[in-house]
Each structure stands twice: as C-alpha cells, then as structure tokens.
Nanobody, 122 residues
Framework: QLQASGGGLVQAGDSLRLSCAAS????????MGWFRQAPGKEREFVAG????????KYAVSVQDRFTISRDDAKSTVYLQMNSLKPVDTAVYYC?????????????????WGQGTQVTVSS
C-alpha cells in the first residue's frame, strides 16, 4: 500500500515536498515513480527513481525544478518541487514498478497511491 501526502495550495514560485510512504518489506526492490493528472488530461509521468536510488529520470517539463529521492529505511519516496508554476496543478500519484527499464510507462506500475492535490495559483 502506498500513501501519498504533502500536497496543498501554493503560489507560483513556491516549493512543496510530496511524500509517499509504502507498507511492506520489499520497498527497496521497487522502482518508484511520481505521476500527475490535471483535470481533463491523461495521467503523465513526472519523475522516477530506481531501486537503490542510483538512477533518476524526469519529464522535460519538470527537469531542473523537481527532485525525486528515496529513503529505503523509511520506505518512503519524496518529490521536492521548486519554482512551482500554475501548469503544475494536478493530482500527484506515487507508484511502484518492478522494472527500471519501464519507468516511463504508466501501465507498467503495479501499485498506486491515492493521490495528493497540488494547486499552484498565479
């Protein structure tokens, strides 16, 4: 089970840190990803981190603004979001994937959190 938290209402330029806590003993075996879904749009990849944390990948739209990290001792993955823009407004979901090679592909994630709302006002 994945539990996302940390969303909220912020102004453009502000920062937020999302957290996703996992239950179970195999968290460290999973590639973890963050996705987001804005109203009327498809869920899209935001960032991913490999099992072990040695590899990360970002959507172009968030590159250099967002940072994904993980703490396997706490079974938690984070998404630090800086310089937020109104276009970042969406529900953010964390998800788990067994294969880093498919980090970009939403359909390859087997476990999903419930989502946390991020709203950025201009």
């Amino acid at each position: 089970q994945l539990q996302a938290s940390g969303g909220g209402l912020v102004q453009a330029g502000d920062s937020l840190r999302l957290s996703c806590a996992a239950s179970g003993r195999t968290f460290s075996d999973y590639t973890m990803g963050w996705f987001r879904q804005a109203p009327g749009k498809e869920r899209e990849f935001v960032a991913g981190i490999s099992d072990g944390g040695g590899l990360t990948k970002y959507a172009v739209s968030v590159q250099d603004r967002f940072t994904i990290s993980r703490d396997d001792a706490k079974s938690t993955v984070y998404l630090q979001m800086n310089s937020l823009k109104p276009v970042d407004t969406a529900v953010y979901y964390c998800a788990a994937n067994r294969d880093w090679r498919t980090v970009l592909f939403r359909t390859k994630y087997s476990r999903w959190g419930q989502g946390t709302q991020v709203t950025v006002s201009s």
